[in-house]
């Protein structure tokens, strides 16, 4: 095989959407897997919806993810420019071949004209394919002639009347039968070219040997083919890979959540994390293996693993990928990260280093997210809760629960002032004299214990926590028990 090349063709009208990350993912993944090329190519032929800014936020969403290229709009490489706005001329220049070659011809219907007639073809139960009369040779000359006079027309591409078959990587053979599209423009009078037409001018010059593209796509690839072959060049290899569906079975939209990779950037995912789960969408590891780094997973990327299922996006399967991606960072690393996302007037920042050691150690585990751990330390550790849920009222409900939260609160009220906290010794003391005096043991001490310290019905074991926790938040804890039993 060649070497290999391949390319991510975004057109820069919007954010990059997490659809299209999973396409230069595997474009990427692929080049890496193969030690090939991976091309980055600005399809921005739509002059009034592409923008500069677009591109720019859709190269900082690449490489936030780390899918670097080796030649793009920003990266000079020997097949540029890479953006399709500079390229006018070379597409100009093939146009004029596919002309003198017959295989295309101007064409100065207006649009008037071509509503009409489909109209009349759609009457008349036919396709409605072009028929107008600029295909017909006999008209050349007049097209000249009015191309001289200043005329602007658009250039169609005379669709051979035959079936063309793609053997693709995901689908198989697709077989598209012949009259299934008519001569279809590829310069608009405007003079600016249609994707169909530029993308293969493109892929030919830039020599790219396989597309890996959504399978939207699938019905733009019997055009791409025709005009390959009026090239006369080979087409690359095809995969075209499923689409994203929500867990509804629609396509995947902003009613399924955030579709923008810049969304889950600022909720805090992690770049690796996001990159795992979107490799997971339609392609399955060799080893069945659901979470991996970049690195591990290049050596057994192929184009034979894709599903030919839609993907169905779970965004709780993405949390969690992203939680078992916490869980890969070193210890160090992970504490850094995460403090940067505690605000600074929490209640964290104001404990010694001994008690942020021993909450970062408590928690970590409990994490999705970066900025899950304030939330988590926050709810433990200093919050009074407003109400119980349901669980914790059956243990409220427990007659000994009220004995227990007397109990603590008076005995947290004999603990002298100074001491902000209860060591885990002296938590064990106190614990152990009032089951003594109030003789209980079990589920009821337990619970009503918890319940009583901690406000809720579970949570980290108490021997962690309790030291964690001042001791005034305690006594407000068990007053609150002790006011609602009250009731
Ligand atoms: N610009 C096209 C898109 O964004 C590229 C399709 C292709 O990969 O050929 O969908």
Same mark, same amino acid.
């Given at each position: 095989?060649?070497?290999?090349?391949?390319?991510?063709?975004?057109?820069?009208?919007?954010?990059?959407?997490?659809?299209?990350?999973?396409?230069?993912?595997?474009?990427?993944?692929?080049?890496?897997?193969?030690?090939?090329?991976?091309?980055?190519?600005? %399809?921005?032929?739509?002059?009034?919806?592409?923008?500069?800014?677009?591109?720019?936020?859709?190269?900082?969403?690449?490489?936030? /993810?780390?899918?670097?290229?080796? %030649?793009?709009?920003?990266?000079?490489?020997?097949?540029?420019?890479?953006?399709?706005?500079?390229?006018?001329?070379?597409?100009? &220049?093939?146009?004029?071949?596919?002309?003198?070659?017959?295989?295309?011809?101007?064409?100065?219907?207006? %649009?008037?004209?071509?509503?009409?007639?489909?109209?009349?073809?759609?009457?008349?139960?036919?396709?409605?394919?072009?028929?107008?009369?600029?295909?017909?040779?006999?008209?050349?000359?007049?097209?000249? +002639?009015?191309?001289?006079?200043?005329?602007?027309?658009?250039?169609?591409?005379?669709?051979?009347?035959?079936?063309?078959?793609?053997?693709?990587?995901?689908?198989?053979?697709?077989?598209?039968?012949?009259?299934?599209?008519?001569?279809?423009?590829?310069?608009?009078?405007?003079?600016?070219?249609?994707?169909?037409?530029?993308?293969?001018?493109?892929?030919?010059?830039?020599?790219?040997?396989?597309?890996?593209?959504?399978?939207?796509? =699938?019905?733009?690839?019997?055009?791409?083919?025709?005009?390959?072959?009026?090239?006369?060049?080979?087409?690359?290899?095809?995969?075209?890979?499923?689409?994203?569906?929500?867990?509804?079975?629609?396509?995947?939209?902003?009613?399924?959540?955030?579709?923008?990779?810049?969304?889950?950037?600022?909720?805090?995912?992690?770049?690796? +994390?996001?990159?795992?789960?979107?490799?997971?969408?339609?392609?399955?590891?060799?080893?069945?293996?659901?979470?991996?780094?970049?690195?591990?997973?290049?050596?057994?990327?192929?184009?034979?693993?894709?599903?030919?299922?839609?993907?169905?996006?779970?965004?709780?399967?993405?949390?969690?990928?992203?939680?078992?991606?916490?869980?890969?960072?070193?210890?160090?690393?992970?504490?850094?990260?995460?403090?940067?996302?505690?605000?600074?007037?929490?209640?964290?920042? +104001?404990?010694?280093?001994?008690?942020?050691?021993?909450?970062?150690?408590?928690?970590?585990?409990?994490?999705?997210?970066?900025?899950?751990?304030?939330?988590?330390?926050? %709810?433990?550790?200093?919050?009074?809760?407003?109400?119980?849920?349901?669980?914790?009222?059956?243990?409220?409900?427990?007659?000994?629960?009220?004995?227990?939260?007397?109990?603590?609160?008076?005995?947290?009220?004999?603990?002298?002032?100074?001491?902000?906290?209860?060591?885990?010794?002296?938590?064990?003391?106190?614990?152990?004299?009032?089951?003594?005096?109030?003789?209980?043991?079990?589920?009821?001490?337990?619970?009503?214990?918890?319940?009583? /310290?901690?406000?809720?019905?579970?949570?980290?074991?108490? &021997?962690?926590?309790?030291?964690?926790?001042?001791?005034?938040?305690?006594?407000?804890?068990?007053?609150?028990? =002790?006011?609602?039993?009250?009731?």
């Amino acid at each position: 095989m060649s070497e290999v090349r391949v390319r991510f063709a975004p057109s820069p009208t919007g954010y990059l959407h997490i659809g299209g990350a999973r396409t230069a993912l595997y474009n990427y993944l692929f080049a890496k897997a193969t030690k090939g090329t991976f091309v980055l190519r600005i %399809e921005d032929t739509d002059l009034e919806r592409s923008t500069k800014e677009f591109e720019a936020l859709q190269i900082l969403d690449l490489k936030w /993810l780390g899918l670097e290229y080796d %030649e793009g709009p920003d990266k000079p490489g020997k097949y540029g420019p890479y953006r399709q706005s500079e390229r006018l001329e070379i597409y100009q &220049k093939y146009a004029l071949q596919l002309i003198e070659q017959g295989k295309a011809f101007y064409c100065f219907c207006s %649009e008037e004209e071509l509503e009409a007639m489909k109209e009349k073809a759609t009457r008349e139960g036919r396709p409605p394919h072009y028929e107008g009369k600029w295909r017909n040779p006999e008209f050349f000359e007049e097209a000249a +002639a009015r191309l001289a006079a200043g005329e602007k027309p658009s250039i169609r591409f005379r669709a051979p009347n035959k079936p063309y078959v793609l053997n693709d990587h995901v689908r198989g053979r697709v077989v598209y039968p012949e009259n299934m599209v008519g001569d279809f423009v590829i310069v608009r009078s405007s003079g600016l070219p249609v994707y169909n037409y530029c993308c293969v001018v493109d892929d030919v010059e830039m020599k790219i040997t396989h597309v890996i593209r959504g399978e939207d796509h =699938l019905s733009n690839t019997v055009r791409q083919l025709m005009i390959y072959e009026a090239l006369s060049a080979t087409p690359p290899e095809f995969a075209h890979v499923s689409l994203l569906i929500g867990q509804d079975r629609q396509k995947l939209s902003k009613r399924h959540g955030a579709t923008a990779v810049v969304n889950y950037k600022e909720e805090s995912y992690l770049p690796g +994390a996001a990159l795992n789960y979107l490799c997971l969408l339609g392609w399955s590891h060799p080893e069945e293996k659901d979470i991996f780094t970049k690195e591990e997973l290049i050596p057994f990327f192929n184009l034979e693993r894709f599903s030919k299922s839609p993907a169905i996006y779970d965004i709780e399967k993405f949390k969690w990928v992203n939680g078992q991606h916490l869980k890969l960072m070193n210890e160090s690393e992970l504490r850094n990260q995460t403090e940067k996302f505690i605000e600074k007037d929490h209640l964290y920042w +104001a404990q010694s280093d001994e008690w942020k050691t021993n909450a970062f150690k408590l928690f970590k585990d409990s994490m999705l997210f970066f900025n899950d751990f304030a939330r988590v330390v926050q %709810e433990n550790v200093f919050q009074i809760d407003e109400s119980f849920d349901d669980k914790a009222k059956e243990i409220l409900a427990m007659p000994t629960t009220k004995d227990l939260a007397t109990h603590w609160n008076a005995e947290l009220n004999l603990i002298s002032s100074s001491d902000k906290f209860l060591s885990q010794a002296n938590f064990q003391k106190i614990f152990d004299k009032i089951k003594t005096a109030l003789q209980l043991k079990g589920k009821p001490l337990f619970m009503g214990t918890r319940l009583s /310290l901690t406000g809720k019905d579970h949570g980290p074991e108490l &021997k962690d926590l309790i030291p964690l926790t001042p001791v005034d938040v305690m006594k407000k804890r068990c007053q609150k028990i =002790l006011s609602f039993s009250a009731q």
